[in-house]
């Protein structure tokens, strides 16, 4: 199997460090339009095989779509990341343009490839990714969801003081901090509702701390986050190329699920050898459905910035 990550940044090289650590495919194709910086990227990790164990080949490229040539997922990190004080959608009119050029150029070489795109404002991305190329919507996903839902599972994990993996949860919606939504109702300890160990302001906090999760980080660091989104990425194509079939909330494109038409929108996923499989019905409350319908607006008025370029 071969992944190629488009992007050799912080959040692309932490993608092909964890898919070669956990030896999710066996060649990883890092590109990048700085010369030289995806071949040092990829020798830097390549150096690691012998002491972390694995067998994936990691090279690198500079602008190079040739050597792209047969992969079987293509990850798209590339575009500006986040500076402080920077909202997502700010970034619609620099990375559109990128994801694009982008998106045509790797299915010239690779036209059965699965499009995972983590570059942002995400949604907006993934949708100009699928009206661009006119790929069928299970080959187009959007990884928000699942870095999301990664964030929401360890608030209420610092909140409860349990194990995170001991936590399920989803958050669906935009990937936007004012669009997410982290389903407290539905999160669980080891099956049971995390509503039987945190109270209502408690629930409210971990999922207000979920909503700015990104932007604390980017605070922090002066830059986007790149562990964990490196690690979502990871994770969400082990699934695909490993056939695993797990549900994991993606941004994917919506025609009547959850009374929603032509956007992409983070919802649960059974993500597979096909890409999206299939897309779980979630029994939303009436509150869960109003945010979710007013997710959708936000998104959609996003969307709307790219009619100059579609």
Known sequence: MKVTIV????????????????????????????????????LDLFQTATTLGFNTSITGVTNDYAATAGSDVVVITSGIPRKPGMTREELIGINAGIVQSVSENVLAHSPNTIIVVVSNPMDTMTYLALKATGLPKNRIIGMGGALDSSRFK??????????????????????????????????????????????QPALEKVAADTMVGGATLTKLLGTSAWYAPGASVAYLVDSILNDQKRMIPCSVYLEGEYGLNDICIGVPCILGANGVESIVDVQLNDQEKQLMSESAQKVSAMNAALNDIL
């Open 7 to 42: 992007g050799a940044g912080n959040v692309g090289a932490s993608c092909a460090e964890y898919i070669a650590q956990k030896r999710i495919a066996s060649k990883v194709v890092l590109l990048d339009i700085k010369e030289g910086f995806a071949e040092g990227k990829a």
């Open 154 to 199: 360890t608030y209420l994990s610092l909140a409860l003081d349990k194990p995170a993996n001991d936590i399920h949860g989803m958050v669906i919606g935009g990937h936007g901090d004012t669009t997410m939504i982290p389903l407290t109702r539905l999160a669980s300890y080891n099956g049971a509702p995390v509503s039987h160990y945190l109270d």
